[in-house]
């Protein structure tokens, strides 16, 4: 493996060639891609060698492609590049579009929410941190796939968790893990197709029906509002799925009510509950929900639509923050924001919000922000908005609200 940086854009020499690679948001300590990547690829080559799969008629599944680093590699044979992030399918293609253009086009972008199609013989998948939205994609991908069909996952080895493989024995078939190489693993699966009844017969309570096919049902789980009684949906790869973020508890608290809004977005939507309560309260305004995994977009649909009226006038979005929302349009904006991206700890995607949030500001208008108090929020406001005040404070979160002015 070999990278050389100019800080922006490195090149990732991998098995099928090199490729010029960034990530988005750029970060100059960063890469985009790691050695569970190329781990993956020169085993692929390897097969490819050994004549075990023709890349060049093979169907072609990739999974959770972090920057576009398998796709890219991969475009020349067509692939169907599935994943629940914007931002990564968002990176694939400027990766793409920096690489390789005449292969633009034989790469198919599928959301998580969409439904698969046909059989493939080729399934490569890079790790997820969330074991049930892995278990989704598993049990999914089960009723596309025959007896053939060559399945790799790629790891990063110190995040194999002990029940991943256990997790791919039962939903897809049995699971060996390699030796392993520079940090990474692979996960080399022999499929079993008998598994295929057990998923289709599979219908977890509380499931809703998203399509009227034979396939496998995404689950989508909600909880109860305490007080309320009102359901808050979540798909499996939604942020504090299975029940209410401590801080966003805390936020719901402290909403703005007093003032009238008249156009509010919710930063980071995930199921929806801020979006939910905001429109409650305003019930005049229109609420814009943006969120980067689509499954956050899918839950936050159908938070609002199970629990509001239908008249009032809510936007979604699949978006990077705030990128594609018009200047001044907005009176406030909430948000929660995410502090990691994929298994990568930090502030860079909040920066951009906060950054951003100011732009789409009309004069006067409000940022509300909640975070952990160890990461010091109003430092990042005050230098953007040049004010910042604390709304409410508890042990461990903050509430602060910056206005454009
Ligand atoms: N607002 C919800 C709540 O309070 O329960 C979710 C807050 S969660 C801490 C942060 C959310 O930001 C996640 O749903 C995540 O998917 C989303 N997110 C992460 N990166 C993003 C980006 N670049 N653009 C938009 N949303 C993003």
Known sequence: MTK????????????FGDFQLKRIPEDKNLYAWNSADLYLLQHLFELTQLQKIDLCKARILILNDSFGALSVALARFSCDSYNDSFLAHHA???????????????VKLLKSTDTLEGEYDLVLFKEVKNQAFLNDQM??????????TIIIGSIMAKNLQRNTVELLNKTIGETKVSLTWKKARLL??????????KVKNHQPKDTHQLNQSNDYQSEISYYELENSKEKIYNYANVFSRNKLDIGTRFFLQHLPVEKTYKSIIDLGCGNGVLSLKIAQYHPEATICCIDESYMA??????????NL???QAIHYHAANAL???????????????????????GDAIAWQMFKQSKATLIKGGELWVVGNRHLAYHLKLKKIFANCTLIASNKKFVILKAVKT
């Open 323 to 345: 990128d594609g929302i018009s200047p001044e349009s907005a009176d406030l904006i909430l948000c929660n924001p995410p502090f990691h991206q994929q298994y990568i700890v």
């Open 139 to 148: 049990s999914k991908l089960s009723t596309h796939i025959h007896r053939d």
């Open 92 to 106: 694939l293609l400027k990766n793409l579009e920096h690489c390789s253009l005449k292969y633009k086009d034989k």
């Open 297 to 306: 977009i899918a839950s936050a649909s159908m938070t609002l639509q199970q």
């Open 309 to 311: 009226p239908e008249k």
């Open 188 to 197: 080399i699966i022999t499929p079993d197709t008998s598994l295929l009844e």
């Open 4 to 15: 050389t940086s100019n800080n922006k854009v490195a090149l990732c020499q991998s098995a």
